[in-house]
């Protein structure tokens, strides 16, 4: 399959690709979690749930492998450094209870995808204690016993651990796609900074794309199997 993407076409294959998407969760879209805390406007991630909610399902009916990833720290915060607890905000750092459970810690309500995007059985669902989605997760291991060379990157924050995946992903050898539509920041100019920087000189870090045109290359493929 082929897609007309930025910088350059990105030519990829259903069965070695994987969509990911990243910490679309309560704690980051929602009011009263992680993202409210450290004094971000939440309302402005909304925005891209049913572009992402589209390409999820035409992804699904394609019988893609699907990768949700979740922030999340054991209940214990053994596997949170204090250096990322202490540089939280002050009122209600990473484990505190809030409103919606502690903040940023595993099985809390807060921490769960939201409904919009909720992993059905067969998905992959990682819990990562960093903004990188490879990071102590064993996640490469996984994609490459599964044969995955190519994935496609949604979600939560753009700069932040979606960026900090697409590089991780990047230096191990994976061809990488970020679907604008289906991505977003708390500061639109750090969305816009960072989709400019994936795709500079010459895809550095990856593709950039959009969901529909996705949504237009797995429709126009041959059906699997
Ligand atoms: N603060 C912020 O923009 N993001 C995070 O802390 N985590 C993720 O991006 N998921």
Not at 74 to 79: A, E, F, G, N, V
Not at 102 to 127: F, H, K, M, T
Not at 187 to 193: E, G, I, L, M, R
Request: glycine letters at 10%; proline letters at 7%.
């Amino acid at each position: 399959m082929r897609i007309d993407a930025r910088p350059f076409a990105y030519d990829f294959d259903l069965a070695s690709t994987a969509l990911v998407l990243i910490d679309m969760q309560r704690d980051f879209i929602e009011p009263g979690g992680f993202g409210e805390t450290l004094g971000n406007d939440v309302s402005l991630l909304a925005a891209i749930v049913p572009a992402t909610q589209a390409v999820l399902a035409a992804w699904r009916q394609a019988g893609g492998l699907v990768v949700h990833t979740r922030e999340a720290h054991r209940p214990d915060l053994s596997d949170c450094p204090p250096a990322k607890r202490l540089r939280g905000a002050p009122s209600l750092r990473i484990g505190d209870e809030g409103p919606m459970g502690r903040i940023l810690v595993a099985g809390e309500p807060g921490n769960q995808i939201i409904d919009a995007l909720a992993p059905i059985e067969g998905e992959w669902v990682i819990d990562k204690p960093g903004k990188g989605a490879f990071h102590a997760t064993g996640l490469h291991e996984l994609l490459q016993a599964r044969g995955i060379t190519h994935l496609v990157f949604g979600g939560v924050t753009t700069e932040v651990c979606v960026q900090t995946s697409m590089r991780e992903a990047n230096d191990r050898g994976y061809d990488c796609l970020l679907l604008e539509d289906c991505t977003e920041s708390y500061f639109p100019q750090f969305k816009a900074a960072a989709v400019e920087m994936i795709r500079a000189q010459g895809a550095i870090v990856g593709w950039t794309a959009t969901g529909p045109q996705l949504m237009a290359a797995l429709a126009s493929a041959p059906p699997q199997g």
